[in-house]
């Protein structure tokens, strides 16, 4: 064989074994949210049926959850959080649940008016953009319940994802972090563009020209991730979770080059073909993937990578292998790569593609854009984080 086919050989039996690592974790997922409403007994071994946990002023705060009850266990962990509330002598907590008119951004309003000093999101990457959107600017902390397929934001904080009660403790009495929020507006689209967070932000009707802001805390793109995103099953995310956008992402390994055009702050734009660009605030996808291994949170920068690969499934194959690698700290810096990954930062981004792809932010598809824009906007949300 080739070298391009041993490459391929390589990248597919890495592939399997990510997919049995995912599968196995999914089904520990599984068991612990069949266990989650019944072990008390677990919750007081975490330390949340201890009076003492926590000091005198976070006992009095009040503390209010934005959940989305479609998800998987949300009704267990509604009964949990009221007794862990009560017995940290918390007053008792507002449980503000999501409709398919409003995705978490009205509820996250009430909870401010009624006083919270806490607002939680219990629900997915939608869950988290719409309390978000709420909470920028207000310096009111947003906790993390995730209980989605992606989970970005909390894999980036080191928020639990299979331990509900840790993940619970964070919300309750971990300490506060500034984290830099990312706004990308779609300048010119192909076809209709909805986003329910900025369209129950803004009040605007829908189907209106004027363009949006569209919040993102960990990744927005264009290109081959987005229309991976679009693509994948939603009965086969809510079977296998994350693994259900490896399968989608198959799909489109073939898809077409992107001729697009770039500008970075005030550099002279750059035109260049590409497969995805993707604008991140911070770095860690699902699988144990780094596609940002520079990002930070709190850097006040967008992280941009410009992903390409020619050469069919063997420039796919070196392209993992970079992942691979940077997501270890390794960067390989040979010449005329048929995969690679290019790496920028800016504050603000701007970016056309010739006939239009696929945009998402979070995961949450927007559309199909030929023209946006990008930046950010440093320390603008407080967040609750598993850090000392």
Not at 208 to 221: K, S, Y
Not at 236 to 257: D, E, M, N, S
Not at 340 to 362: C, K, N, P, T
């Amino acid at each position: 064989m080739t070298w391009a086919d041993w490459v391929a050989v390589l990248a597919a039996v890495l592939a399997l074994i990510a997919l049995a690592v995912g599968v196995a974790l999914w089904r520990r997922q599984q068991v612990l949210q069949h266990r989650l409403g019944h072990d008390t007994a677990a919750a007081r071994r975490a330390g949340i049926a201890d009076g003492g946990a926590g000091d005198d002023d976070a006992r009095k705060h009040l503390i209010a959850f934005v959940a989305n009850p479609t998800k998987n266990g949300v009704s267990d962990l509604r009964v949990v959080v009221r007794r862990a509330c009560a017995e940290q002598y918390l007053p008792e907590p507002l449980w503000l649940e999501t409709t398919q008119e409003d995705p978490g951004v009205g509820q996250a309003r009430e909870a401010l008016e009624r006083g919270a000093d806490v607002v939680v999101a219990v629900g997915g990457d939608g869950t988290v953009r719409a309390v978000a959107e709420a909470l920028v600017g207000t310096g009111v902390p947003m906790g993390l319940l995730p209980v989605g397929t992606g989970n970005l934001l909390a894999r980036n904080l080191d928020i639990p994802l299979n331990d509900p009660l840790a993940a619970l403790q964070i919300a309750i009495s971990g300490p506060d972090r500034a984290i830099d929020v990312g706004w990308l507006r779609v300048l010119r689209f192909e076809s209709d563009v909805r986003d329910e967070v900025a369209q129950a932000t803004d009040d605007l009707p829908e189907g209106t020209d004027v363009p949006r802001d569209h919040i993102f805390l960990v990744i927005a793109g264009i290109g081959f991730d987005a229309a991976m995103v679009a693509d994948a099953d939603d009965d086969l995310k809510a079977k296998v979770g994350w693994i259900a956008y490896f399968v989608a992402g198959v799909k489109h390994l073939h898809g077409r080059r992107l001729r697009t055009t770039v500008t970075l702050d005030d550099a002279p734009p750059t035109t260049t073909r590409l497969r995805s660009l993707l604008v991140g605030n911070c770095g860690r996808l699902p699988g144990g993937i780094t596609l940002l291994p520079d990002a930070v949170l709190d850097d006040g920068w967008l992280d941009i990578a410009a992903i390409d690969t020619r050469g069919g499934i063997a420039g796919w194959a070196q392209l993992f292998g970079e992942v691979v690698l940077q997501g270890v700290g390794v960067r390989n810096q040979l010449p005329a790569k048929i995969g690679r990954i290019d790496h920028a930062r800016a504050r603000e981004v701007h970016l056309h593609v010739e006939g239009g792809e696929h945009v998402q932010v979070d995961g949450d598809v927007l559309g199909v854009a030929s023209e946006l824009s990008a930046r950010v906007e440093p320390g603008a949300l407080v967040v609750r984080t598993a850090g000392s």
